[in-house]
């Protein structure tokens, strides 16, 4: 009995151990305020990246209407 209460105790330690050492990094006292630049969007203008349903439609209708005349040989 007393050696699965050491065990146990151990076995808490050990687990509080591992979650203090896991959240210092989130407890650190950060400088100040980060600041991110806006994205560059200047090249979403595109037939290959307007994506209004989430799929570039424009481009993906171009690319299925080339696909027979890669597949097929041209004589």
Do not use: Y
């Not at 105790?9 to 100040?32: H, K, N, R, S, Y």
């Not at 989430?54 to 690319?63: A, D, E």
Request: glycine share 10%; no cysteine.
């Amino acid at each position: 009995m007393k050696k699965n209460l050491v065990r146990a105790t151990a076995a808490a330690v050990l687990a509080g151990a591992a979650l203090f050492g896991a959240a210092a990094p989130a407890l650190a006292d950060t400088p100040g305020v980060v600041v991110v630049d806006e994205p560059d969007t200047s090249g979403l203008n595109n037939i290959w990246t307007f994506a209004p349903l989430g799929v570039p439609v424009l481009g993906l209708i171009q690319s299925i209407n080339g696909v027979p005349g890669k597949i097929l040989p041209s004589f």
